[in-house]
């Protein structure tokens, strides 16, 4: 079974960065396009980044060249680097293949970005 285990959330003031790291257990990455979703207050849950099997990245428009998605294959691993946060990225996050297995959400980290 599918484990996903997203870290690295935090209280950040506007502007400011924090890396979220998602550990991947059960399955092996490698061949296997992952993404980061996020899921707002009130909001449905969205898709953030993704980075295909041969690394290639995609980024949702809000994203404005602020974030930075990497992945880790030895190590089953998948980062996001957010800098430039706005109170707008407040959000639990998540982790997941992108398109995610639907029985394999993570609980996610949250990240709050204060004014």
């Known amino acids: 079974q599918v484990q996903l285990v997203e870290s690295g959330g935090g209280l950040v003031q506007a502007g400011g960065s924090l890396r979220l790291s998602c550990d991947v257990s059960?399955?092996?990455?490698?061949?296997?396009?992952m993404a980061w979703y996020r899921q707002r207050p009130g909001k449905e849950r969205e898709w953030v980044a993704r980075?295909?099997?041969?690394?290639?990245?995609f980024y949702a428009d809000f994203v404005e060249g602020r974030f930075t998605i990497s992945r880790d294959n030895a190590k089953d691993t998948v980062d996001l680097q957010m800098s430039r946060l706005e109170p707008e990225d407040t959000a639990v996050y998540y982790c997941?293949?992108?398109?995610?297995?639907?029985?394999?959400w993570g609980q996610g980290t949250q990240v709050t970005v204060s004014s």
């Open positions: 059960g399955s092996t990455i490698s061949g296997i396009h």
């Open positions: 980075i295909s099997s041969g690394r290639n990245t």
């Open positions: 997941n293949k992108y398109p995610p297995w639907p029985s394999y």
